[in-house]
């Protein structure tokens, strides 16, 4: 376990020293594997809360029932202790040679294996009753709260469907629909989803990093080359060039805030996102 910890530690001085880095608090949220429940608004965050006293009170009686030293030595509770601490000194994210965009999401990646290892080290020692009826008392709020949210992110999706078949074969097609309320980015993939054999989603950021199979090294009728101009055209600021055209823009219009079509764009215009304000207890707007 020392040694484990002593190479983690290695790894990840020998990282910031070679390669640029990034870290965040957000590594420090995930190392107990509870933020796995903070999904979309912040009202999952009252889930974590009550996840992280359960996790608690199971741990407790685990040393209860046997003992520091025989905890402490069971290869279940080090291995969550290595993926906890890992999430400490490793960096977030890292941009390693060849690539054009980092790797990042590395702590929110981690922390899933943290929160099934700490689940397999508790399910070791039976649970009380009472922290059972808990637990699934916390389930049901929480897929819930998980189905309410999914449904209006699939209405929009079907929307942005409809919108896109209406197009001509193979057109270029962006999207700035966003969701501020939502921890995740849900809404930055639809783009990429909904034009599966219809249209080329231009701002696809998995070309232009040349991290993955497909790469674009140059201006192309399918794809934004550039990394940058992949995340301006997903958060705003991007503008429209005239060797983009025609492209369109999958947006809400009219009156409606759930009705979405796809509009052509010109050259010189600033993209700007759309907030939907989807994922919320309201149901969304």
């Known amino acids: 376990m020392i040694g484990a910890v002593a190479t983690v530690a290695l790894v990840a001085v020998l990282l910031a020293a070679f390669f640029p880095t990034r870290r965040g608090l957000d ?66 994210g890292v941009l390693l040679p060849g690539c054009r965009a980092g790797l990042d999401f590395i702590a929110e990646r981690m922390s899933l294996a943290g929160a099934v290892l700490f689940c397999a080290l508790i399910a070791s020692s039976r649970i009380r009753q009472p922290v059972v009826i808990t637990m699934a008392a916390i389930a049901l709020v929480f897929f819930s709260l998980s189905y309410v949210d999914e449904r209006a992110l699939n209405r929009v999706e079907t929307e942005m469907e409809q919108a896109v078949a209406h197009l001509p074969p193979g057109q270029r097609v962006v999207s700035m629909l966003g969701d501020p309320r939502s921890r995740v980015p849900s809404l930055v993939h639809f783009a990429d989803r909904v034009c599966l054999g219809r249209c080329f989603s231009y701002a696809n950021y998995e070309p232009s990093t040349a991290a993955f199979r497909v790469r674009a090294y140059s201006e ?59 994922t919320s207890l309201t149901g969304g707007e």
């Open 220 to 278: 192309n009728p399918f794809v934004v080359a550039n990394y940058a101009d992949s995340w301006s055209i997903q958060t705003g600021g991007y503008v429209v060039k005239p060797r983009d055209l025609p492209i369109y823009d999958v947006d809400v219009c009219g009156a409606s805030r759930l009705r979405i079509c796809a509009l052509p764009l010109r050259a010189s215009v600033t993209l700007r996102q759309t907030d939907l304000r989807l």
């Open 27 to 92: 590594q420090y949220v995930a190392m107990t594997g509870a933020d796995q429940f903070w999904i979309y608004g912040r009202y999952y965050i009252a889930i974590v809360v009550v996840v992280l006293v359960v996790w608690a009170a199971c741990f407790q009686g685990l040393l209860e029932r046997r003992g520091t030293e025989r905890t402490a030595f069971d290869v279940r509770f080090q291995i969550c202790v290595l993926n906890a601490v890992a999430l400490a000194l490793l960096p977030g």
